[in-house]
């Protein structure tokens, strides 16, 4: 027999309200008792007596034992999530830097508390990426895991390569459709997948990592002379989130801009879907596929983890506890493209080798490789304006 749920909700913004009419389609053992919003004034299209400002409404109510935490701010979401999980409620959240960022004391509070914090919402959205490698890949060693994480920088990208449209103009409809951070920098500078490829990495090679620590540059400098060389060659441009294990002992993780030629099963993946790609040692290359923002998709997985919670599902944080000591290492060599503006730039960052260089009147850009720390350590200067670096 599943447990009944009483459910207070934070936020009801696009997965809010795409998590609600859900909910309302089904006939599930659940209620939802409380809406906790930010704004008293807006207007909403649920009765007024299921809204309130005051988070007590919801933390302080012995009967609410799920709460859902769906708000953009990632610090006033870990203040509610650490509240409720030490109070003995289980915690849904959508929150990817909030998780990201504190995802090692969520876990000893889950254990101190015996609660249980679940957020395959964070990740993807509807795809369900975090229970595969939670429970399925358990005993798989795995040699990487990428794709695209970000709906809105692959949408922006789509419409860009596929329908000519500028870069503002489908920024613009990416935050129409609701899929963009409330800071579209968080999408197409690349922060976002980052926050997602950090607790991938946990959930794959039982790692806490800061995510401050990982290199994020994304496509936010992005230039028609990038999209021409692209094309040019037959290849399109995607924000690639990368983490593989090496030397045995050693995890590289970042994002970067990536050229992605036709055989790459990453070069159909448009618009606001996102792509898992897993490489492990026995069951080889598989690949997760689906709509990875957006109230609906994103609210499917939400609900997925509040029905879990009725057989009070938890992740068992297994690999951080049995695996063996895996170390982020920053000692990687990437091949890439980087078009720059100023020629005293090349004298400034240390390129391992220089195999190509392009040089006319308005472009510029070398081929070669270049150490992963390199990058990290002259990250400002490489993404100054006038940048663009990209993996080949
Ligand atoms: N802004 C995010 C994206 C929403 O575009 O992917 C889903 O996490």
Do not use: W
Not at 152 to 172: G, M, P, R, V
Not at 285 to 294: C, I, L, M, R, W
Not at 347 to 372: A, C, H, P, Q
Request: some cysteine; glycine content about 6%; overall charge negative.
């Amino acid at each position: 027999m599943s447990k009944k749920l009483t459910i207070g909700i934070f936020g009801f913004g696009v997965v809010g309200q795409g998590l609600y009419d859900i909910i309302k389609t089904k006939n599930l053992n659940l209620e939802i008792k409380k809406f906790v919003i930010k704004n008293a004034d807006k207007k909403r299209t649920l009765p007024a007596e299921l809204f309130t400002t005051d988070p007590d409404a919801i933390l302080n109510d012995p009967e609410i034992n799920t709460v859902v935490e769906l708000i953009d701010d990632a610090d006033a979401a870990f203040e509610i999530t650490k509240r409720a999980l030490s109070s003995g409620k289980n915690v849904v959240s959508a929150n990817k830097k909030m998780i990201a960022t504190h995802l090692e004391e969520l876990t000893e509070i889950q254990q101190k508390y015996g609660t249980s914090l679940l957020y395959e919402g964070a990740v993807c959205g509807s795809i369900p990426i975090i229970r595969n490698l939670e429970e399925y890949y358990d005993n798989e060693l795995l040699h990487s895991v990428s794709g695209i994480f970000n709906g809105s920088s692959n949408y922006i990208l789509s419409k860009i390569f596929n329908e000519n449209q500028s870069y503002a103009e489908a920024l613009k409809k990416a935050q129409d459709l609701g899929f963009a951070e409330t800071d579209p920098i968080l999408d197409v500078g690349g922060f976002d997948p980052k926050f997602k490829l950090t607790i991938v990495a946990s959930h794959a090679y039982g790692l806490f990592l800061d995510p401050d620590t990982i290199l994020n540059l994304g496509i936010d400098k992005l230039s028609d002379a990038d999209v021409r060389y692209a094309k040019e060659k037959n290849l399109k441009i995607k924000l690639i989130p990368f983490a593989k294990e090496i030397n045995n002992s050693e995890v590289v993780l970042y994002v970067l801009p990536k050229f992605i030629s036709k055989d790459n099963i990453l070069y159909n993946v448009e618009n606001e879907n996102n792509g898992v790609l897993v490489k492990a040692a026995f069951a080889d290359e598989q690949f997760f596929y689906g709509k990875g923002a957006g109230g609906h998709p994103t609210g499917s997985a939400v609900l997925s983890d509040i029905t879990a919670l009725r057989y009070d599902y938890r992740y068992e944080y297994k690999k951080h506890l049995t695996e063996k000591e895996l170390k982020y290492s920053t000692n990687y060599e990437l091949k890439v493209y980087f078009r720059y503006q100023n020629d005293d730039i090349l004298d400034n960052i240390n390129f391992s080798t220089i195999s190509e260089r392009y040089y006319s009147e308005d472009t510029k850009y070398v081929i070669g490789t270049i150490e992963l720390k390199e990058i990290i350590s002259k990250r400002v200067l490489i993404n100054a304006d006038g940048n663009f670096i990209a993996e080949i």
